[in-house]
């Protein structure tokens, strides 16, 4: 398995062949501009919610590609109606793809539309693929839900929100890696725009001294499991 990060909270997981993007946002945000998006490819997308930091290029990519749109029933509905496929999921549902189960999990937060319409409500994705197992827990405050991921699914990685202001901060996501039981943080959702920046060495820092690993990738780099 292959996640590479594309800025913001906007991921590529590869799992044998399969092509999965997450809540593609690449072409608005300069700090991405080196990552052609017109390249990329995507046999799935999965949308944590609709925020426009989530869903930019969602349509264009979709259409390119044929890739089929994964999130709630919401979302997928909204895209279908561009003529975009897609597989909807609510809370606490999994679903057996070619790649490998996703469940659809709580988060909190929000789940507008940019022009407000309602989006349903926001979650997070645990994929078990190719015999490892994520945790991507989109934009969400800390949360109790968090301690049922761990009854069901030993993790390897968490890709966990660490800018604040719109999600959990470094010392929640510290406490979200205990209550998930994944000592292996990727961040993600920082320094995209002034109110999430984020000093990089503190981060890391705090995370090492509970004896856990906060890995922050450059935009474009990847990490294999
Ligand atoms: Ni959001
Ligand atoms: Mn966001």
Redesign the pocket.
């Known amino acids: 398995m292959k996640i590479t990060f594309y800025g913001h909270a906007s991921l590529g997981i590869q799992i044998k062949d399969i092509n999965i993007l997450v809540d593609p946002f690449i072409s608005p945000n300069e700090k991405a501009s080196h990552i052609d998006v017109n390249s990329l490819k995507a046999d799935y997308i999965l949308i944590t919610?609709a925020?426009q930091?989530?869903i930019a290029d969602v349509e264009s990519i979709a259409k390119r590609t044929g890739a089929i749109v994964i999130s709630n029933f919401e979302i997928v509905n909204h895209f279908g109606a561009l003529g975009i496929d897609g597989h909807p999921m609510n809370h606490g549902g999994k679903w057996d793809f070619e790649f490998g189960t996703i469940k659809y999990v709580n988060a909190i937060?929000?789940?507008s539309f940019p022009d407000g319409s309602y989006g349903g409500q926001?979650g997070g994705f645990v994929i078990e693929g190719e015999h490892k197992n994520i945790y991507i827990a989109g934009?969400t405050a800390l949360t109790f839900d968090m301690k049922l991921i761990p009854l069901q699914t030993k993790l390897d990685i968490a890709i966990l929100p660490i800018g604040d202001n719109?999600t959990m901060g470094i010392d929640d996501a510290i406490l979200a890696s205990d209550f998930i039981e994944c000592d292996k943080v990727l961040g993600y959702h920082y320094d995209t725009f002034g109110y999430i920046e984020i000093d990089h060495e503190v981060a890391k820092r705090k995370f090492f001294e509970k004896d856990k690993d906060l890995m922050l990738l450059s935009i474009g780099d990847f990490i294999e499991l």
């Open positions: 919610h925020h930091d989530h937060h929000t789940s926001p934009d719109f």
